[in-house]
């Protein structure tokens, strides 16, 4: 046995993601090793102590990257969502308060007028209605649960297009929501 040292310790970065499933498409190392309350923890080897460290697998990812300890006071922090991420690309090194700032900045681009209107555009690609057919439905005076029927949706959907939650429609400043009580007037 050879004790005080771990079989295939973590000595790199490629030490490391070889512990992780990486995703192609996103990036992520995923972190197969063990874990402590949810988070990736990672015995690995110093770089420049050549001590054996146990700590948060995104603080072994920029140390070892670095080849050097982070700075006083700084942390390494996740910068894409994904909690057993410990790819050093998708890690941050910073104070507290800038990984606050951050969290706080990716919050506001969640409320982000720019994204909202792709996520509205996204959305629109998913559903089963084309504009014609929300045209169609708005000015037709047929009963909800008979275009529901026609068009092979809920008449929750119709309803929600009649009253202009579903489909909105982009304007030079934002967006405007079709007023639909015009249309109710005239049936
Ligand atoms: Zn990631």
Redesign the pocket.
Known sequence: MNKGKRLNSIKTVEDLMGRCVVDDL???WVWKGGQSQGQPRAYWIHPVTGLEQSSHGRRAAKVLERGADLPKGQRAYGT?G?PL?V?PE?VAVGTRKQECAFHVKQGTLRNNPRRKAATLISNRAKSKLTMQDVEYIRSSPKLGTDLAKEFGVSTTAISNVRIGRTFRTEAANGFSVFNLSGWRNAA
């Open positions: 996103t990036g992520h894409c994904n991420c790819n998708h």
